[in-house]
T-cell receptor, first 114, second 112 residues
Framework: GAVVSQHPSRVICKSGTSVKIECRSLDFQATTMFWYRQFPKQSLMLMAT?????????EQGVEKDKFLINHASLTLSTLTVTSAHPEDSSFYIC??????????FGPGTRLTVL | QKEVEQDPGPLSVPEGAIVSLNCTYS??????FMWYRQYSRKGPELLMYTYSSGNKEDGRFTAQVDKSSKYISLFIRDSQPSDSATYLCAMSAGSSNYQLIWGAGTKLIIKP
């Protein structure tokens, strides 16, 4: 299957700092990438859909200025959590669409904001 | 009512048993159906991908889609302790909308 990497796998930061998470498709080009957030023992919550070369489409309730998404190339999308606060602590996962509706996921990034 | 319903479990079965996991949905426009497996603190892994109705088999896994009943299933034969994970169903209407609609996930425990 298609391989998606995510970096870093874990990050701990102080409140007020910004954190960047990278998502890369390693062996294919992804025109569409997705960013999810997952709370413990809950399902995936879609945050935004990212298309290469265009602005991301955010889901209702997701703050665009807080969660900056950039999809500059067909193999890289980044999520920047700006001015992070403890309530932003969560598991963030990216995925890439390969053909029609199949999505392949990265391993996830665990963010802890102190 | 959620678009996709999935019992969160946990579902606990002995090793070697046949496992049946299910989801129901309300949107008749859904055409693409997927099952993902997620281990704790890891990203979901695509197990099965099915278009429209019918069965699909891959090793110990069989996916079934019954669009008339709006019901999908994943069967795991000869279950192993390593199959212990959360199983999520996901589906999409396709076309220009590639977003997946997710079930809550069923936590499966295979007892040795």
């Amino acid at each position: 299957g298609a391989v998606v990497s995510q970096h870093p796998s874990r990050v701990i930061c102080k409140s007020g700092t910004s954190v960047k998470i990278e998502c890369r498709s390693l062996d294919f080009q992804a025109t569409t990438m997705f960013w999810y957030r997952q709370f413990p023992k809950q399902s995936l919550m879609l945050m935004a859909t990212s298309n290469e070369g265009s602005k991301a489409t955010y889901e209702q309730g997701v703050e665009k200025d807080k969660f900056l998404i950039n999809h500059a190339s067909l193999t890289l999308s980044t999520l920047t959590v700006t001015s992070a606060h403890p309530e932003d602590s969560s598991f963030y996962i990216c995925s890439a669409r390969v053909y029609y509706n199949e999505q392949f996921f990265g391993p996830g990034t665990r963010l802890t904001v102190l | 009512q959620k678009e996709v319903e999935q019992d969160p479990g946990p579902l606990s079965v002995p090793e070697g048993a046949i496992v049946s996991l299910n989801c129901t949905y309300s949107n008749s426009a859904f055409q693409y159906f997927m099952w993902y497996r997620q281990y704790s603190r890891k990203g979901p892994e695509l197990l099965m991908y099915t278009y429209s109705s019918g069965n699909k088999e891959d090793g110990r896994f069989t996916a079934q889609v019954d669009k008339s009943s709006k019901y999908i299933s994943l069967f795991i034969r000869d279950s192993q302790p390593s199959d212990s994970a959360t199983y999520l169903c996901a589906m999409s209407a396709g076309s220009s909308n590639y977003q997946l609609i997710w079930g809550a996930g069923t936590k499966l425990i295979i007892k040795p």
